[in-house]
């Protein structure tokens, strides 16, 4: 179990709000993509990739994937903020670590040539959320 001193709770049950948040936003944001109600956003992406969508069928193809994938790391995201909020097994507590990791490894990866200050945010959240992870379970 996580360590369950009050103090130490603090901070992981904020970390699970935080994905709370991201939760809603993320499929909310995904079925709007998915039902050709949202336009890519090149800030999401890289400019590489950027280039490669150059129809529009091909961005219209690649919105609604990409809202299909947004939906589902939605629904991840709120597992991981239930695990934090109720204090998880050691199953939920290896949910909420791989998906933070994983988390920072997308945004390393958008971040890819371009820098603008929403995911740099969310880099430096989900940087506190592994340490909250790691010295919360101490």
């Not at 219209?60 to 097994?89: C, D, E, P, S």
Request: proline content about 3%; hydrophobic content about 55%.
């Amino acid at each position: 179990m996580w360590n369950s001193k009050p103090f130490f709770r603090i901070p992981t049950v904020i970390g699970g709000v935080f994905y709370s948040v991201l939760c809603v936003f993320s499929i909310v944001t995904g079925l709007m993509y998915a039902l050709g109600k949202r336009e890519l956003n090149p800030l999401e992406l890289s400019d590489s990739f950027v280039r490669k969508l150059d129809t529009e069928e091909k961005k219209t193809a690649f919105a609604r994937k990409m809202g299909v994938v947004t939906f589902l790391v939605g629904i991840a995201q709120g597992i991981t903020a239930a695990a934090m909020i109720f204090h998880a097994n050691s199953l939920g507590y290896a949910v909420a670590l791989g998906f933070t990791l994983f988390s920072i490894a997308s945004v390393l990866y958008k971040l890819k040539g371009k820098v603008n200050a929403f995911p740099v945010l969310k880099l430096v959240a989900y940087l506190a959320i592994i340490a909250v992870l790691i010295f919360g379970k101490a």
